[in-house]
């Protein structure tokens, strides 16, 4: 099945700094990639996503990246701020047996601290 | 708010008890999935319901069991609870299907589940 393995786990910057965090995944059939933000004592929440046709999107300070052949991919985040600060998960959609059901598998998480 | 609504929040109960958690998707949502949440072993897919039926089955235990009724919301039964099942249990819904922006999973905001 799919495995994917998320960098760091924990990550500290100063407010106005960048954060960076990377994913890989194994399956080469994964088709769709979203990035979940996971505030203390709530569910995660969808910030971005990307399918596997594009290489790049973006959504104001948000980005992220895809390299299919590396079979990678990245969050980026500019100009943080402390309401940045939670756990950020990736995930990939990888198909079953026979390739349907689909299902995603989720990063261990990242620790995002902004510091002000 | 995601849409998806989850009860109880928090659910305390005994070893070899059994528990039921409840999920309603969004509006319009008719697959529903079931996660593990724990600290050690981060978000895990346990099962997938499409429009009543079952569609793909993760990591999940013999003992729990799941079903999605006509009106589209799901249960989740917990049976002979164990101390390590202790966690967070998220629901999430989408449209349903395959490709395209009908597979993005909004999440509720999750049952604390305490096995003493």
């Known amino acids: 099945g799919e495995n994917v393995e998320q960098h760091p786990s924990t990550l500290s910057v100063q407010e106005g700094d960048s954060a960076v965090i990377k994913c890989t995944y194994s399956?080469?059939?994964?088709?769709?990639f979203p990035w979940y933000k996971q505030e203390l004592g709530k569910g995660p929440q969808l910030i971005i996503d990307?399918?596997?046709?594009?290489g790049e999107k973006k959504d104001q300070r948000i980005a992220v990246t895809l390299n299919k052949t590396a079979k990678h991919f990245s969050l980026h985040i500019t100009e943080t701020q402390p309401e940045d600060s939670a756990v950020y998960f990736c995930?990939?959609?990888?198909?079953?047996?026979?390739?349907?059901?689909?299902?995603?598998?989720f990063g261990k998480g990242t620790l995002l601290t902004v510091n002000p | 708010d995601s849409g998806v609504t989850q009860t109880p929040k928090h659910l305390i109960t005994a070893t070899g008890q059994r528990v039921t958690l409840r999920c309603s998707p969004r509006?319009?949502?008719?697959?529903v999935y079931w996660y593990q949440q724990s600290l050690d072993q981060g978000l895990q897919f346990l099962i997938q319901?499409?429009?009543?039926?079952?569609?793909a089955k993760g990591n999940i235990l013999e003992r729990f069991s799941a079903q999605q009724f006509p009106d589209l919301h799901s249960e989740l039964n917990l049976s002979s609870l164990e101390l390590g099942d202790s966690a967070l249990y998220f629901c999430?819904?989408?449209?349903?299907?395959?490709?395209?922006?009908?597979?993005?999973?909004?999440f509720g905001p999750g049952t604390r589940l305490l096995v003493l």
């Open positions: 999430a819904s989408s449209v349903g299907g395959t490709s395209g922006s009908r597979e993005t999973q909004y």
């Open positions: 399956d080469s059939a994964s088709n769709y």
């Open positions: 990307i399918r596997s046709n594009v």
């Open positions: 995930a990939a959609r990888s198909p079953g047996s026979g390739g349907s059901n689909y299902k995603l598998t």
């Open positions: 509006s319009g949502d008719l697959s």
């Open positions: 319901y499409y429009n009543g039926e079952e569609r």
